[in-house]
């Protein structure tokens, strides 16, 4: 059964700098493009980064575009989001996604993506 759990959230300062991890089991983790999306009150579920299966290959919401970073640890079967300099737009519960088959550009969106992780609330003070 797969399983992705992200941990990492928390209170930071506007500024601050967070790093989220997915960590997935049950499945050949290098056979899967993996995504970050994140979800504010009210708002819809939105892309925020992913990458290919190999880690060459990255791709991100133009807001978030030299801020933060997405890397993945195959031998470790786990994926980051490595968020700096974040603002107070940026709370929102963050979730990692993983698929077997995504390229451009289902890759930045939700409905394509197979499994899901349950989610870290990502908090900033401003």
């Known amino acids: 059964q797969v399983q992705l759990v992200e941990s990492g959230g928390g209170l930071v300062q506007a500024g601050g700098s967070l790093r989220l991890s997915c960590a997935a089991s049950?499945?050949?983790?290098?056979?899967?493009?993996m995504g970050w999306f994140r979800q504010a009150p009210g708002k819809e579920r939105e892309f925020v980064a992913a990458?290919?299966?190999?880690?060459?290959?990255?791709y991100y919401a133009d807001f978030v575009k030299g801020r933060f970073t997405i890397s993945r640890d195959n031998a470790k079967n786990t994926a980051y989001l490595q968020m700096n300099s974040l603002k107070s737009e940026d709370a929102a519960v963050y979730y990692c996604?993983?698929?077997?088959?995504?390229?451009?550009?289902?890759?930045?969106?939700?409905?394509?993506?197979?499994?899901w992780g349950q989610g870290t609330q990502v908090t900033v003070s401003s």
């Open positions: 996604a993983a698929d077997p088959f995504l390229g451009p550009p289902d890759i930045a969106s939700k409905a394509k993506y197979t499994y």
């Open positions: 990458i290919n299966r190999s880690g060459g290959r990255t």
């Open positions: 049950g499945v050949t983790f290098s056979s899967y493009v």
